[in-house]
């Protein structure tokens, strides 16, 4: 599979549809490394994927969520979103924040950044789940930078 910084990661890799920003920078290690959680994940729904930055983390506490997914599986306009781990036993809601061609979590991912101790460098895979109201999302994490 050829990884690049372009929209989406692995469309080769059936029945997934791995999409990450391309503003992503990956070194050849950090695509070794995604490619392996991609392949760990057994999953026919949605996902993206993201690379956690100073802003994701620290002061702003925003995490900006590709466009490509966002246009095909989100709301036009801002909601609440769910996020659990991927052993459920809790859950955050997070505010998902639409701003022109501008899509991301505010509000609520700052707490849920801190309790999971998230750090720079870390690749996370959020997957949508079906959800009688609102939007469900699993975010799988994995802690290697």
Sequence with gaps: MNLSNEVSLAKQ?????????????LT????????????TIQTDRPTFMSIMVPSCISKRFYLTIPIA????????????VLLQLDDKERTW?????VQGNSIGFSSGWKEFAQYNQLNVGYVHIFEMLE????????????KIQ
Excluded: T, W
């Design 131 to 142: 959800a009688q109201e609102g939007v469900l999302m699993v975010v799988h994490i994995n």
């Design 69 to 80: 997914f966002a246009i095909q599986y989100l709301p036009r306009i801002s909601c609440i």
């Design 93 to 97: 809601p997070v505010h998902c924040l």
């Design 28 to 39: 050849d290690a950090k695509k070794n490394i995604v490619l392996h959680l991609a392949e």
């Design 13 to 25: 890799c059936n029945p997934k549809d791995f999409i990450i920003s391309k503003k992503a920078r």
